[in-house]
Nanobody
Framework: QRQLVESGGGLVQPGGSLRLSCVAS????????VAWFRQAPGKEREGVAC????????FYADSVKGRFTISRDNSKNTVYLQMNSLKPEDTAVYSC??????????????WGQGTLVTVPA
């Protein structure tokens, strides 16, 4: 059973930082791609960042470039999203998604349940 479990969300003041974690299990391989998505109330889910299995290819949404950093530690089966300079518009439920042949879209093999990030105005 392949699973992704997010953690690290919480309430942060504007300008603050959080690090989200996405722990993978059941893949029996390091060869999986992971993306972070977010969905705010009343808005469509949007892709935030994506990282290849080796970490050699990374993509960010324009809205988070320069503020967020995606990384992975395959020895820990974990993908991270370091979130700096947080803004109220970053408030959303953040979910990770992954797959072996995954192209950073919504067609993922596995989705996590999400973790809430709240940045008050």
């Amino acid at each position: 059973q392949r699973q992704l479990v997010e953690s690290g969300g919480g309430l942060v003041q504007p300008g603050g930082s959080l690090r989200l974690s996405c722990v993978a299990s059941g893949f029996n391989s390091d060869l999986y791609v992971v993306a972070w998505f977010r969905q705010a109330p009343g808005k469509e889910r949007e892709g935030v960042a994506c990282i290849s299995s080796s970490g050699g290819s990374i993509f960010y949404a324009d809205s988070v470039k320069g503020r967020f950093t995606i990384s992975r530690d395959n020895s820990k089966n974990t993908v991270y999203l370091q979130m700096n300079s947080l803004k109220p518009e970053d408030t959303a439920v953040y979910s990770c998604a992954g797959g072996i042949h995954y192209y950073c879209n919504e067609h993922a093999d596995v989705w996590g349940q999400g973790t809430l990030v709240t940045v008050p105005a």
